[in-house]
């Protein structure tokens, strides 16, 4: 079963722009972590941030977490064309061990 | 270091037809997982491995799907028979003890006709 349920399913914005995606879960989890696929290809990790972190940065990424609420966001800064491609959140649930459970994904479209 | 490797790349068959997927993990990486895709869908999990014992088959329709990782190492995952609904990307990805992030492989693009 899906674990999260991201928002939005899809969303079109220009290069420059920053683009925000959003992530809710149902279940305690040990992490959440944030990965990229472009058409066609497999996932790629980009941040994973633990249960008892509440926000962290990598380049252009920044990602919160608030546990209270069961609800991740992504912040991807001054957008570029190649940031265009699919972003899933996945949790690791406590009580999974390590099984990624992913959610169904938001689609980035960045247009020059 | 090398990537996840999955062959072949794509795949077609007629339902009721069988097919393997192969997937060889990152060296050292004792963990790995096969995912079903199913297009505009996150990954499912189908089966996790570490080494070569099964930790979590739950997922995996067994009464059609199978898979093995006999040395611990390379693994294939099976269908037979299949039906138009398993169309999908198969995903293999492997992770290193003591991490979470996985790596993926590109994918088997299966489609059943």
């Known amino acids: 079963s899906q674990q999260g349920e991201e928002d939005p399913q899809a969303l079109s914005i220009q290069e420059g722009e920053n683009a925000t995606m959003n992530c809710s879960y149902k279940?305690?989890?040990?992490?959440l972590q944030w990965y990229r696929q472009n058409s066609g290809r497999g996932l790629v990790h980009l941040i994973l941030i633990r249960s008892n972190e509440r926000e962290k940065h990598s380049g252009r990424l920044r990602v919160t977490l608030d546990t209270s609420k069961k609800s991740s966001s992504l912040l991807i800064t001054a957008s570029r064309a190649a940031d265009t491609a699919s972003y899933f959140c996945a949790t690791v649930e406590e009580t999974s061990g390590s099984r990624l459970t992913f959610g169904e994904g938001t689609q980035l479209t960045v247009n020059p | 270091e090398a990537g996840v490797a999955q062959s072949p790349r794509y795949k077609i068959i007629e339902k009721r037809q069988s097919v393997a997927f192969w997937c060889n993990p990152i060296s050292g990486h004792a963990t790995l997982y096969w995912y079903q895709q199913i297009l505009g869908q996150g990954p499912k999990l189908l089966i996790q491995f570490q080494n070569n014992g099964v930790v979590d088959d739950s997922q995996l329709p067994k009464d059609r799907f199978s898979a093995e990782r006999l040395k611990g190492v390379d693994s294939t995952l099976k269908i037979q028979p299949a039906k138009l609904e398993d169309s999908a990307v198969y995903l293999c990805?492997?992770?290193?003890?003591?991490?979470?992030?996985?790596?993926f492989g590109s994918g088997t693009r299966l489609t059943v006709v």
């Open positions: 990805a492997s992770r290193k003890t003591g991490t979470y992030g996985y790596t």
């Open positions: 279940t305690s989890i040990n992490n």
